[in-house]
Nanobody
Framework: QVHVVESGGGLVQAGGSLRLSCVAS????????MGWYRQAPGKQRELVAQ???????NYVPFVRGRFTISKDNAKNTVYLQMNSLEPEDTAVYYC????????????WGQGTQVTVSS
């Protein structure tokens, strides 16, 4: 059974840091592109950062320079280091594993809440 599980969310003051972790099943981690998304109340889910199975990273403009995505293949884990957090970063953060094998397969975690106080 495939699983994707996030952890590391919490409450932090503006300017602070958090590191999110996402563990995925070993059966999919090595063949998947991994992504962090977030969804704030009343808003659509949006991409934050991606890392391909080859290690190439991509960031959306509003987090570039503040957030860093990385992964540890030996632990089947992808991380999102978030620095200089702002109240606008408050959201539920989701991890997604995606791979293509004839068709696209997507697996989402349950999300982890990040709250940034001003």
């Amino acid at each position: 059974q495939v699983h994707v599980v996030e952890s590391g969310g919490g409450l932090v003051q503006a300017g602070g840091s958090l590191r999110l972790s996402c563990v995925a099943s070993s059966t999919i981690f090595s063949i998947s592109d991994m992504g962090w998304y977030r969804q704030a109340p009343g808003k659509q889910r949006e991409l934050v950062a991606q890392i391909t199975r080859g290690g190439t990273t991509n960031y959306v403009p509003f987090v570039r320079g503040r957030f860093t995505i990385s992964k540890d293949n030996a632990k089947n884990t992808v991380y999102l280091q978030m620095n200089s957090l702002e109240p606008e970063d408050t959201a539920v953060y989701y991890c997604k594993a995606e791979y293509r094998l004839g068709r696209t397969y997507e697996y989402w975690g349950q999300g982890t809440q990040v709250t940034v106080s001003s």
